[in-house]
């Protein structure tokens, strides 16, 4: 158990819908990433958030959004989905905005039908 | 473009052999490497990693060799056990920056 915890574990929406996935870091971690796994494919990250700023953002689509509360806690919005969304999403955290470890939570998987 | 490539999609051994996963990266940025194992129906677990300033870290059963010049790095479990196979990842990073590049992922199976 890496501390990292994710709801929902499983989503099955509609294309079209908007869906948030939720991650609360390990204790003591001020940073949170996020990262979509497609099917075959190794993990693509998506975007960072460090105490609640946004640091970095790789290739996330623009009808992807998030967010990191005060609490730390972490929230990807994902909208207008299509069926090509459907994906497992990670959740990681670090201590710091440059730790070179991050710990993963077990991921959503969503299914877009 | 693959920054960070795994080659080999799958990799069987019997148990008690030596287990050898590859990873090729092409960004000279990169000098922090990981190698992460993964089970169905969880997350990646960090199993170890090595800085650009080294060549070699070990760790219990697990090694991991960094190649500069050839931008190449292994993993060797020795000896490898049943409880090993599972799918590795590995994955890439500037000390200056936060993201992770990882690679598709090979799948070892270590067979009784």
């Known amino acids: 158990d890496s501390g990292v915890t994710q709801t929902p574990k499983h989503l099955i929406t509609a294309t079209g819908q908007r869906v948030t996935l939720r991650c609360s870091p390990r204790s003591g971690d001020l940073s949170v990433y996020w990262y979509q796994q497609s099917l075959d494919q190794g993990l693509q990250f998506l975007i960072q958030?460090?105490?609640?700023?946004?640091?970095a953002k790789g290739n996330i689509l623009e009808r992807f959004s998030a967010q990191q509360f005060p609490d730390l806690h972490s929230e990807l919005n994902l909208s207008s989905l299509e069926l090509g969304d459907s994906a497992l999403y990670f959740c990681a955290s670090s201590e710091t905005l440059t730790s070179h470890e991050q710990f993963f939570g077990p991921g959503t998987r969503l299914t877009v039908l | 473009d693959q920054q960070v490539k795994q080659n080999s999609p799958s990799l069987s051994v019997q148990e008690g052999r030596i287990s050898i996963l590859n990873c090729d990266y092409t960004?000279?940025?990169?000098?922090?490497f990981l190698w992460y194992k993964k089970y169905p129906a969880e997350g990646p677990t960090f199993l170890i990693s090595?800085?650009?300033?080294?060549d070699k870290n070990e760790d219990g059963r697990f090694t991991v060799f960094l190649n500069k010049s050839a931008k190449h790095l292994s993993l060797h479990i020795v000896p490898s056990q049943p409880g090993d196979s599972a799918v590795y990842f590995c994955a890439a990073k500037e000390t200056s920056g936060s993201r992770l590049t990882f690679g598709e992922g090979t799948q070892l199976t270590v067979n009784p």
């Open positions: 090595i800085s650009s300033i080294k």
């Open positions: 958030y460090y105490n609640g700023e946004e640091r």
């Open positions: 960004n000279s940025m990169f000098d922090y």
